[in-house]
């Protein structure tokens, strides 16, 4: 018999609808500030999946969208910041308006890595756009342009963001029960 993964939660931190209504309003900041600009979405494979299909489908403003993958640093809990290209964009950011999409920033090493590697591709801006982040696991710090809720320092699975892969497709973002994990 399937398992519910909902069940696998120990509590929803946001839900579904909360999630679509902090992304609308995102989206009338992004339609207002890009105004007459062409504008460039760029996914951060795999989490930023989610928050890429709903945000691009909820603005009203003329986007093209293109994916990076890059290296999570090792299997270790520790991070080292050092990141690696595992597919590169197909477009040239020369003269482009570029806003980064990702589903949470943690650390923020991988954002801090991406954005100076973007930067130095000759774009006219960089913003960055990310549903989640956890302020007390910083490491870096990061000018979020648009940001969707700050949450605490737990394990957070669903709406993109995976355990060993799963939990991706949960529709509302919680907390992951220890007993899964440890
Ligand atoms: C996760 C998440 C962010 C990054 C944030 O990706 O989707 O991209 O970690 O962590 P940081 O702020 O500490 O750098 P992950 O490397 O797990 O790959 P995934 O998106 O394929 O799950
Ligand atoms: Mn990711
Ligand atoms: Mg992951």
Request: aromatic share 6%.
């Amino acid at each position: 018999e399937p398992r519910d993964i909902e069940g696998d939660l120990t509590e929803i931190l946001i839900e579904e609808e909360q999630i679509r209504t902090r992304l609308a309003e995102l989206c009338r900041l992004i339609e207002t500030d890009y105004a007459g600009r062409d504008l460039l979405l760029v996914g951060v494979l795999k989490g930023a999946v989610m928050v890429m299909a709903d945000l691009a489908r909820e603005l009203v403003h003329p986007i093209t969208m293109d994916w990076m993958a890059v290296s999570s640093y090792g299997s270790g809990t520790q991070s080292s910041g050092v990141v690696r290209i595992l597919k590169d964009l197909d477009t040239d950011l020369l003269g482009r308006n570029v806003l980064i999409v990702e589903d949470i920033i943690d650390s923020g090493l991988t954002l801090s890595w991406l954005l100076s590697n973007l930067k130095s591709r000759g774009p006219e801006s960089v913003e960055i756009c990310a549903l989640l982040r956890k302020p007390d696991a910083a490491r870096v710090d990061i000018d979020v342009k648009y940001l969707g809720f700050d949450i605490p320092n737990q394990f957070v699975v669903g709406y993109g963001l995976d355990f060993d892969e799963r939990y991706r497709n949960l529709r509302s973002v919680g907390v992951l029960a220890p007993h899964i994990y440890s």
